[in-house]
T-cell receptor, first 118, second 111 residues
Framework: GAVVSQHPSRVICKSGTSVKIECRSLDFQATTMFWYRQFPKKSLMLMAT?????????EQGVEKDKFLINHASLTLSTLTVTSAHPEDSSFYIC??????????????FGPGTRLTVL | GESVGLHLPTLSVQEGDNSIINCAYSNSASDYFIWYKQESGKGPQFIID?????DKRQGQRVTVLLNKTVKHLSLQIAATQPGDSAVYFC??????????FGDGTTLTVKP
């Protein structure tokens, strides 16, 4: 149980285009999902907290107009990187908190999406 | 005096030996801590967790120790195997389910 998927697993796009990444909780409902960014050989940096049915909360320094987050259902959150540039190239990882779990602090992570902007 | 383990970015051990990975956390109010394993190109995988009302917790081949006095966390892996080679992160829960991740330690197991 507690499986989180991401799609696509990797994407290459041209500079200036927008890319949408999906995060799905497959066997549980998630009222809260998180989006992280990870550079090579670095730790995970929290970008934003996505709550179902409400606006995302962004961490300091993360441009909300650049990284659009939508959490339209209890099993799906999307991250759209708008007008992508080469510096947006990174590994994007989502995680989800289970609504039904006794321990609601445990995050279940997706496999990540490798974004390369040419 | 009590020694506090240093965080090392890399750790190399021989197969079969025990591994100890250290982590220092920053927020004395954090009440929940997690260790994750991340293999190359994949998302983090939950290993073991511990709440602040405990100082030790054991799982299968893994033990987490928590020292709140010096804000230090360690992960002990018994009889380390090649499949344990990965990057290990500690994370502290900062409220609302949010976690802050440490810098990570790359564990390499030599056969």
């Amino acid at each position: 149980g507690a499986v989180v998927s991401q799609h696509p697993s990797r994407v290459i796009c041209k500079s200036g285009t927008s890319v949408k990444i999906e995060c799905r909780s497959l066997d549980f409902q998630a009222t809260t999902m998180f989006w992280y960014r990870q550079f090579p050989k670095k730790s995970l940096m929290l970008m934003a907290t996505s709550n179902e049915g409400s606006k995302a909360t962004y961490e300091q320094g993360v441009e909300k107009d650049k990284f659009l987050i939508n959490h339209a259902s209890l099993t799906l959150s999307t991250l759209t990187v708008t007008s992508a540039h080469p510096e947006d190239s990174s590994f994007y990882i989502c995680s989800a908190l289970s609504r039904a779990a006794v321990n609601t602090d445990t995050q279940y992570f997706g496999p990540g999406t490798r974004l390369t902007v040419l | 005096g009590e020694s506090v383990g240093l965080h090392l970015p890399t750790l190399s051990v021989q197969e079969g030996d025990n591994s100890i990975i250290n982590c220092a956390y920053s927020n004395s109010a954090s009440d929940y801590f997690i260790w994750y394993k991340q293999e190359s190109g994949k998302g983090p995988q939950f290993i073991i967790d511990i709440r602040s009302n405990m100082d030790k917790r054991q799982g299968q081949r893994v033990t987490v120790l928590l020292n709140k006095t010096v804000k230090h966390l360690s992960l002990q892996i018994a009889a380390t195997q090649p499949g344990d080679s990965a990057v290990y992160f500690c994370a502290e829960n900062i409220g609302g389910g949010k976690s802050t991740f440490g810098d990570g330690t790359t564990l390499t197991v030599k056969p």
